[in-house]
């Protein structure tokens, strides 16, 4: 079965960092781009980040650009969303999700495949 | 970045009613469009990639149409199940855009 569990959510106080995990199974991990959704409490989803299957490409959108890395380990068959000074607006779940298809950058089709998604929440 | 628009919000219907939701988006692409479904607490499931691809396992009263600046996701015949929010996707264009989304709700 294919399957995503993501990790490491939590409550951090703004300026804070977290690594969040999302570890793959089901499929061959390698040949696919990865990417992280977010979604604010009662709000809609927000394509934030993608990465391509050999990490030769990645993606960020501007709001998080500079503060959040991705990556990913294909020997462990998981990616990473490192979020450092974060702020209350981070404040979301966060879903890694696979893309539909083999292809050779971060992205280019629709994501078939979610994680339960991990909460992260900014507060003092 | 491309804004995507979803009509209606809300969306109040009865089981068995045919529902039709419309996405616009603010430039005009081809076929990279996808809609999925998301109940409360759940993750996204993709029901609809390239705007009419019916994604493997999911019901055909699901259809979506549409190219340019206009796609709808059309439900056939509304079940129990359906009751849910929906947004569609756009990966035409860097960053991949979501629309607001909406929730269809039992009459």
């Known amino acids: 079965e294919v399957q995503l569990l993501e990790s490491g959510g939590g409550l951090v106080q703004p300026g804070g960092s977290l690594r969040l995990s999302c570890a793959a199974s089901?499929?061959?991990?390698?040949?696919?781009?990865m990417s992280w959704v977010r979604q604010a409490p009662g709000k809609g989803l927000e394509f934030i980040s993608g990465?391509?299957?050999?990490?030769?490409?990645?993606y960020y959108t501007d709001s998080v650009k500079v503060r959040f890395t991705i990556s990913r380990d294909n020997s462990k068959n998981t990616l990473y969303l490192q979020i450092d000074s974060l702020r209350a607006e981070d404040t979301a779940v966060y879903y890694c999700a696979k893309t539909r298809r083999v292809a050779g950058t971060w992205g280019g089709d629709a994501f078939d495949v979610w994680g339960q998604g991990t909460m992260v929440t900014v507060s003092s | 970045d491309i804004q995507m628009t979803q009509s209606p919000s809300t969306l109040s219907a009865s089981v068995g009613d045919r529902v039709i939701i419309t996405c616009r988006a603010s430039?005009?692409?081809?076929?990279?469009l996808a809609w999925y479904q998301q109940k409360p607490g759940k993750a996204p499931k993709l029901l609809i990639h390239?705007?009419?691809s019916l994604e493997s396992g999911v019901p055909s009263r699901f259809s979506g149409s549409g190219s340019g600046t206009e796609f709808t996701l059309t439900i056939s015949s509304l079940q129990p199940d359906d009751f849910a929010t929906y947004y569609c996707q756009q990966y035409y264009s860097s960053p991949y855009t979501f629309g607001q989304g909406t929730k269809l709700e039992i009459k």
């Open positions: 990465i391509s299957g050999s990490a030769g490409s990645t």
């Open positions: 390239k705007a009419s």
């Open positions: 089901g499929f061959t991990f390698r040949n696919y781009a």
């Open positions: 430039q005009s692409f081809t076929r990279w």
